[in-house]
């Protein structure tokens, strides 16, 4: 049914997937929505995704985390109390009981600093404990990070893969740190240093956590980057590259065999090139300078 200038209204069983959907990701990165809050975003959701084909969960709940990450960015850029509690909802820390030393860390950052250590350290033996302590420390450091610089992010609706992006590099900082391996020179232990067993093994505990974040990094790239401007040989390269962590011979192995032709890694570094100056031209435009 469509409304008035030609936006589509969503059927009732699409605003009850957007109300799981936002409910479950309420209940995984601790949203502190009141039933108003809550209901306005299924309502935006369930409105962006009418009439759109194949809505999928994935695509529900990619949805839900852009505009709640929006709403946040807009919180944020406006200041005062409503500010701190949207970085409270970001990183959180509960003590169960005042005498005890139990602690119970929550948010988006600390899940996804969690997720990247989990990935960076599996099969090294680390402790749960130890595991939550280093994802809470880079929680900390990637809170720094927001609280003083997401006016960087210009566009609102790329908040949540910029999030997503420097709850990674404050995980990566807090492994190059050694305090992983108890300040050794040793380097934690990377998903390719590992057998094929213990990388079957590591994916499958950790893909239902590791999807939202994907999902975040994904929708980031095609909304400042706009991927689809570039070819089917540049996206390859660039997604196989920067989100698989493969090397260009690598590529090209798995393009040959898909492809049933033969393509070489002198191919595939061209195509990324190219692709990395498409990509950077389309920041640009959207105002993203060069500085670090």
């Keep these: 049914m469509t409304a008035d200038r030609g936006r589509i209204c969503p059927e009732p069983a699409l605003a009850a997937r957007c109300r799981a959907a936002v409910e479950r990701l309420t209940a995984r990165y601790g949203w502190r929505l009141d039933h108003a809050a809550a209901a306005a975003l299924v309502a935006d959701a369930a409105e962006t995704l009418a009439g759109e084909p194949g809505q999928a969960e994935r695509l529900l709940e990619q949805t839900c985390c852009r505009l709640r990450f929006a709403r946040l960015h807009a919180v944020l850029a406006a200041g005062g109390a409503t500010a701190a509690q949207a970085l409270d909802e970001l990183y959180s820390v509960r003590w169960f009981e005042a005498e005890t030393t139990d602690v119970r860390y929550g948010g988006y950052l600390f899940r996804s600093a969690l997720t990247v250590l989990r990935r960076r350290l599996a099969g090294s033996g680390i402790e749960q404990t130890t595991l939550e302590q280093l994802a809470a420390d880079a929680a900390a450091r990637a809170l720094t990070t927001v609280r003083a610089r997401y006016a960087d992010c210009r ?62 990094v994904r929708e980031e790239l095609l909304r400042k980057c706009r991927l689809g401007k570039l070819s089917r040989d540049q996206r390859e390269a660039l997604v196989r590259s920067f989100w698989g962590g493969e090397k260009p011979a690598e590529i090209a192995a798995a393009l040959s065999a898909e492809r049933a032709a033969t393509v070489t890694a002198a191919q595939v570094s061209l195509w990324k090139h190219r692709g990395l100056q498409v990509m950077e031209a389309n920041l640009r435009d959207r105002g993203y300078g060069g500085g670090g």
């Design 155 to 216: 566009d609102a609706d790329s908040f949540w893969g910029w999030t997503a992006r420097v709850a990674e590099r404050a995980a990566i900082d807090e492994l190059r740190s050694g305090r992983a391996t108890g300040g050794s020179s040793l380097r934690a232990a990377s998903l390719d240093a590992l057998g094929e067993g213990q990388l079957g093994a590591a994916a499958a505990d950790h893909a239902e956590e590791r999807q939202v974040d994907a999902i975040a």
